[in-house]
């Protein structure tokens, strides 16, 4: 494995874990903020520290017109669409039905990845991503509590919207580096947020310096540096290799539950986090391999 996808893979694992302690942030900052106003102040401080990053790592670059469009489309897919269904979903299901749904995005830009961008998956990495979700199943105890229909069509159409990012934005660093690509992403995605500002109230009197140092964890953590490093790892590896990498989000939960808040672990869950953890190193390998072969037939 080559230094930039190792960077990659490493860059992931810290991204992940971030996403995966971020629960117990939006838990606590939702105490003022609702979803969707959350999801745009974060996005809008993120932008705000991101800009100068831009302009230190590729000073002049800049979205041309013609880009405009694609650029646009990819934000608002993987920002403000993806959580407004996310979201939605998670109001009207059971978070351990929601879990094992988004699990299946891994799937969904598998198969994308190969129709759309003609990239071969290995049967293994296909039968480690299915085994991936089995993982997830063990960790949230092997229960399913059901919800509405909507609710689950909701999250289903949050697997859609961010498979379809993924893949839109795979092309886009023949055009950008990384950092203007997340740049520019979540400034549409912040962006087309504000029409939906409209049916939410914020409680500013609310807020706290704890809450404001959770959100701030948000903000410039998760959507700020969080989302550079995943466009990052998705310019260096494959999309499905990406995508697997979410399923991890559980697994970093369930290990700080236990030493944040001192959950009991029990044994099915250790066995589930070692699922994934293995599935997740054997489609890392197998991408790996591939892209060598890739590289030696050339």
């Not at 934000?75 to 699990?103: C, K, P, Q, W």
């Not at 059901?146 to 886009?172: C, E, R």
């Not at 055009?175 to 997340?182: P, Q």
């Not at 939960?253 to 986090?273: E, H, K, R």
Request: charged share 10%; with cysteine.
């Amino acid at each position: 494995m080559d230094k930039k996808k190792v960077k990659a893979v490493l860059l992931l694992l810290f991204t992940v874990m971030m996403y995966g302690l971020s629960f117990v942030s939006i838990k606590i900052s939702m105490v003022v903020f609702p979803p969707i106003s959350m999801a745009f102040y974060r996005f809008l401080i993120a932008c705000f520290v991101l800009y100068p990053i831009l302009q230190r790592l590729s000073p002049g670059e800049k979205l041309k017109k013609k880009n405009i469009p694609l650029m646009a489309i990819s934000g608002i897919l993987g920002i403000t669409l993806y959580f407004y269904l996310e979201n939605n979903g998670v109001l009207r299901i059971s978070s351990n039905d929601a879990s094992i749904i988004i699990a299946m995005i891994p799937i969904a830009a598998a198969i994308a990845e190969s129709i759309f961008l003609k990239k071969k998956l290995s049967l293994i990495s296909l039968l480690a991503i299915f085994t991936s979700i089995f993982g997830i199943y063990m960790i949230i105890g092997g229960k399913l509590d059901g919800g509405s229909a909507l609710g689950y069509l909701y999250m289903i159409g949050a697997i859609l919207a961010f498979t379809a990012f993924l893949i839109i934005t795979k092309p886009l660093f023949n055009l950008y580096s990384d950092i203007a690509v997340t740049f520019y992403q979540g400034l549409f995605g912040t962006i087309a947020f504000i029409p939906f500002l409209l049916f939410e109230k914020v409680r500013w009197e609310l807020l706290t310096p704890t809450i404001l140092f959770h959100f701030l964890f948000l903000a410039i953590g998760c959507s700020a540096l969080g989302n550079y490093f995943y466009l990052y790892a998705l310019n260096n590896l494959s999309v499905a290799t990406a995508a697997i990498f979410m399923n991890l989000i559980p697994v970093f939960t369930f290990i700080f539950s236990y030493f944040i808040f001192g959950d009991t672990l029990s044994l099915p869950q250790l066995v589930g986090a070692m699922v994934v953890i293995i599935s997740v190193s054997i489609v890392t390998i197998q991408d790996s391999r591939l892209a060598k072969k890739k590289q030696l037939q050339l």
